[in-house]
């Protein structure tokens, strides 16, 4: 066995040498392909967090502009009683304002993409679109009483009143566009905060 190595010792060790040569290739080869799907995970993640920040980010700049608009009609309506008039209560109307904007949340969920996040950003993004499906259907039941029960008599301001105090209903009616306006400020200031805790 002795001779068997002295005999082949050259031999041994060009086999032992390709050997490692190729078991250093296979192995680079397997760390290369892990970079690389790391780095394209990556990028993945990068696009979906920008994809879930513009979302926020419009979510933020139009809820800055409805919370305008809602101000305006609250003052110009509360202004108007003050000075012993009666006003039609205001009405709020939403273009395009049938589906909560929650479809960006629920497709990164759906992707997986949402596991490159931090446990606590993750439920507070879940906790905010959660909330934002229940504006948007508030914002629908409000909707639907101004279209049946406001709109059609804009004409008549006396249809609102009984006496000289608003009607009950409408008087609640008025009330609901005043919480719509609270949570849709608290919102706004969650969306632009959560915008800007998303990693780049």
Excluded: C
């Amino acid at each position: 066995m002795e001779h068997f190595f002295d005999r082949h010792r050259g031999l041994l060790g060009r086999v032992a040498f390709e050997l490692a040569i190729v078991f250093v290739g296979v192995t680079a080869a397997f760390a290369l392909e892990n970079f690389r799907e790391a780095r394209q995970e990556a990028s993945y993640y990068r696009t979906m967090n920008g994809g879930l920040r513009a979302s926020l980010d419009d979510a933020a700049k139009h809820g800055a502009e409805i919370n305008r608009q809602i101000t305006i009609l609250l003052r110009d309506f509360d202004e108007a009683t003050k000075r012993g008039e009666k006003p039609v209560p205001p009405v709020y109307r939403e273009s395009g304002g049938e589906r909560p904007p929650t479809r960006a949340w629920d497709g990164i969920v759906a992707t997986g993409a949402t596991r490159s996040l931090d446990p606590a950003l993750f439920f507070r993004l879940a906790l905010f679109y959660s909330r934002a499906d229940s504006f948007g259907e508030r914002y629908l039941r409000y909707n639907r009483f101004s279209e049946e029960r406001v709109l059609p008599y804009l004409g008549d301001a006396t249809a609102f009143y009984d006496g000289g105090r608003l009607r009950p209903e409408y008087a609640a009616h008025v009330d609901r566009l005043r919480d719509l306006q609270r949570e849709g400020h608290a919102m706004v200031a969650e969306a632009a905060s959560l915008r800007d805790s998303l990693p780049l």
